[in-house]
């Protein structure tokens, strides 16, 4: 996403190019993909993240 963002702003210059990068979103996707697991790597997943949770889809929204 990173190099997609810095080839962009080359191309559109002198226009400003943001991404957001939010790392992992909760959403219902996420439980149907995990399945059976879904809460042994859910669980993970929060203790890995800096806000030990993971981030929602309000939350990514909002930041746009």
């Known amino acids: 996403m990173e190099a997609l963002a810095r080839s962009h702003a080359l191309e559109v210059a002198p226009i400003r190019v943001n991404t957001l990068s939010p790392g992992q979103i909760e959403t219902p996707m996420l439980h149907k993909v995990l399945a059976d697991a879904r809460e042994t790597i859910l669980e993970a997943m929060r203790r890995a993240a ?15």
Do not use: F, N, S
Not at 50 to 63: I, K
């Open 50 to 64: 800096p806000l030990q949770r993971l981030g929602t889809a309000d939350e990514a929204e909002a930041a746009r």
